[in-house]
């Protein structure tokens, strides 16, 4: 079961999250904790090799209480949208459930380069959208979303601790962390 899962690798997690937080206040200026689950009717083509990822957009959303319905049938269109405009977008989507309130939504959107944002992904799918899809698109996130914010993150290979499976992925970039410290 999920919970036996989550029993088995807590003992690793816990020790991970035991060595993170005694090494964060060289890493951070500021830090915040959250837990979250994973939403896939939430996500768009989330299925990506991550270890040749270079950068994320994060975008948090907070829903307005009691609008999670409406938020639900704004992301079913906008990814039928999406499909009908061929977006070349992944986005994994975590529902926070401790942390911060539990209308809040993250959105984690991988790209191998920043250039991923010039191909104008967002202005494609409303162009796919009908009039009457556009409005009612514009009404769902009115009434649903109180507040989104989106910010940009790279991957620094010297400020990561990933598996070995993660460095098999792209070497060349993970292994720069062992090079750069050396030198």
Request: zero cysteines.
């Amino acid at each position: 079961t999920t919970d036996d899962k989550m029993a088995a690798a807590g003992g690793n997690m816990k020790a991970d999250l035991d060595r993170l937080d005694k090494e964060a206040p060289a890493l951070h200026a500021g830090m915040r904790d959250m837990l979250a689950v994973l939403r896939p009717e939430y996500g768009y083509n989330s299925s990506v090799n991550i270890a040749t990822m270079r950068y994320f957009a994060v975008t948090t959303i907070r829903l307005r209480p009691g609008q999670e319905d409406d938020f639900a049938e704004l992301v079913k269109m906008q990814n039928a949208a999406r499909d009908k405009a061929k977006a070349e977008l992944h986005i994994a989507a975590f529902q926070v459930i401790a942390g911060t309130p539990s209308t809040t939504l993250m959105f984690f959107r991988p790209m191998k380069s920043l250039a991923e944002y010039d191909l104008r992904i967002g202005p494609r799918v409303r162009e796919a959208m009908s009039d009457d899809q556009k409005k009612k698109s514009d009404k769902l996130a009115a009434d649903a979303v109180m507040f989104s914010e989106t910010s940009v993150y790279a991957m620094n290979p010297q400020m990561s601790y990933v598996s070995k499976e993660m460095i098999a992925g792209d070497p060349a970039f993970w292994n720069r962390k062992v090079e750069m410290a050396v030198k």
